[in-house]
Nanobody, 113 residues
Framework: QVQPVESGGGLVQAGGSLRLACAAAGTIVSKNHMGWYRQAPGKQRELVATISSIGITNYADSVKGRFAIFRDDVKNTLYLQMNSLKPEDTAVYYC???????WGQGTQVTVSS
């Protein structure tokens, strides 16, 4: 059973940073296509960033240059480093495995102005 579990969300002021983590029990992070999505209140879920099994990354235009997706193969954990956060980054952030086949429960990120 593959179960992604997110952590690291919280409340931060605009301009601040947060690092989200996703521990994907039941699978090997480095062998999977993985990603981060987010959903803000009243909005559709949207892609934030993805990383392929060979390390190719992809980012939404709204986060390019501010966010970085990476993984720690030793810890079998996926991360999302978020810098220069803006109020519009406020959302529930979800970790996905295998092109969205498996989803975590999400972690709340709130950016105050």
């Amino acid at each position: 059973q593959v179960q992604p579990v997110e952590s690291g969300g919280g409340l931060v002021q605009a301009g601040g940073s947060l690092r989200l983590a996703c521990a994907a029990a039941g699978t090997i992070v480095s062998k999977n296509h993985m990603g981060w999505y987010r959903q803000a209140p009243g909005k559709q879920r949207e892609l934030v960033a993805t990383i392929s099994s060979i390390g190719i990354t992809n980012y939404a235009d709204s986060v390019k240059g501010r966010f970085a997706i990476f993984r720690d193969d030793v810890k079998n954990t996926l991360y999302l480093q978020m810098n220069s956060l803006k109020p519009e980054d406020t959302a529930v952030y979800y970790c996905t495995v295998q092109y969205g086949r498996y989803w975590g429960q999400g972690t709340q990120v709130t950016v105050s102005s």
